[in-house]
């Protein structure tokens, strides 16, 4: 597929949004079932 803009000016139209860029996090784990079960852990100890 051809376009008329190179890869880097469709991730950056404009100089600013280069330094200031927010790439959302779209990953899933397993699906949902991974989601689901994905536990908390927590480091250290609260003894």
Not at 13 to 42: C, H, M, Q, Y
Request: no cysteine.
């Amino acid at each position: 597929m051809e376009h008329s803009y190179t890869r880097e000016k469709a991730a950056y139209p404009i100089e600013s949004v280069r330094e200031n860029k927010f790439w959302v996090n779209v990953a899933r784990v397993d699906n949902t079932l991974g989601d689901r079960k994905l536990l908390p852990t927590r480091y250290g100890s609260f003894d």
